[in-house]
Antibody, heavy 119, light 108 residues
Framework: EVQLVESGGGVVWPGGSLRLSCEVS????????MTWVRQAPGKGLEWVAG?????GSKYYADSVKGRFTISRDNALYLQMNSLRAEDTAFYYC???????????????WGRGTLVTVSS | EIVLTQSPGTLSLSLGERATLSCRAS???????LAWYQQKPGQAPRLLIY???SRATGIPDRFSGSGSGTDFTLTISRLEPEDFAVYYC?????????FGQGTKVEIK
C-alpha cells in the first residue's frame, strides 16, 4: 500500500524557518518525482514545488521562489525560510511522474501537515 | 502561468442526478494535460482523472472527463452520497502547474 506521511509542521514567527519532511512507503521512492502542494484553511489548492526522481530538476511557484527549497534523499523535504503569514496552510506531499514521464499530475497524497505563521 | 477558472462555484444537486463541472484555461493546455481531483472535508485530494479523460486506478466509471484546448469538463453521471465534495482541475501542460479554485458539489 502506498503511503506518504508528512511531518514538521507547527507554529512559527514571521521571518522564521521550518523544515517539512515526507516519509513514503509502498513504492520505489527513487523511481518517482515528488511535489509539495499547499492549502490555506478553507481555500483551494496551490502547487508549491516539485523535484524529479534524481533531484536533477527542481521547480518552484513564484510565490515561494528564493525562500523555499525542495530536496530529497530517502525522504522528501521542504525547507521554508523567511516565512510570511500568507504561507499559513496545510502542506501536502504528493507523488509525481515516474522516471521517463513528464506528466506532472499527482496520484498519491499524504494527509498533510499544518504550518501556521503568526506572531 | 495558465489560470484555470472553474464553474460553477457551487453545484446543488440531488442523489442520482448528473453533475457537469467546467474548467476553462486562460491558454491552451498542451496535449490535454489536465487532471481532476476530489477532496472531502478533512481529507487529502484524490486523483480522479488525468490526461483529460483517463480514469485513475479504482475510480468508478460514473466519473468521466472530456475536453481539449481551453475547455474541459468533469461529468458525474449519477450522484452517489460519497460524491458530494469539492472538485479541482489541475493543468500539467506547462510549469508552474496550476489548480482551479474548485467547484463544490452539495446535496440539494
Amino acid at each position: 500500500e502506498v503511503q506518504l506521511v508528512e511531518s514538521g509542521g507547527g507554529v512559527v514567527w514571521p521571518g522564521g524557518s521550518l523544515r517539512l519532511s515526507c516519509e513514503v512507503s509502498g513504492f520505489g521512492f527513487d523511481d518517482y518525482a515528488m511535489t509539495w502542494v499547499r492549502q490555506a484553511p478553507g481555500k483551494g489548492l496551490e502547487w508549491v514545488a516539485g523535484i524529479n526522481w534524481n533531484a536533477g530538476s527542481k521547480y518552484y511557484a513564484d510565490s515561494v521562489k528564493g525562500r523555499f527549497t525542495i530536496s530529497r534523499d530517502n525522504a522528501l523535504y521542504l525547507q521554508m525560510n523567511s516565512l510570511r503569514a500568507e504561507d499559513t496552510a496545510f502542506y501536502y506531499c504528493a507523488r509525481g511522474p515516474a522516471i521517463r514521464s513528464s506528466l506532472w499530475y499527482f496520484d498519491y497524497w499524504g494527509r498533510g501537515t499544518l504550518v501556521t505563521v503568526s506572531s | 502561468e495558465i489560470v484555470l477558472t472553474q464553474s460553477p462555484g457551487t453545484l446543488s444537486l440531488s442523489l442520482g442526478e448528473r453533475a457537469t463541472l467546467s474548467c476553462r484555461a486562460s491558454q491552451s493546455v498542451s496535449s490535454g494535460y489536465l487532471a481532476w481531483y476530489q477532496q472531502k472535508p478533512g481529507q487529502a485530494p484524490r486523483l480522479l482523472i488525468y490526461g483529460a479523460s483517463s480514469r485513475a486506478t479504482g475510480i468508478p466509471d460514473r466519473f468521466s472527463g472530456s475536453g481539449s484546448g481551453t475547455d474541459f469538463t468533469l461529468t458525474i453521471s449519477r450522484l452517489e452520497p460519497e460524491d458530494f465534495a469539492v472538485y479541482y482541475c489541475q493543468q500539467f501542460g506547462s510549469s508552474p502547474w496550476t489548480f482551479g479554485q474548485g467547484t463544490k458539489v452539495e446535496i440539494k
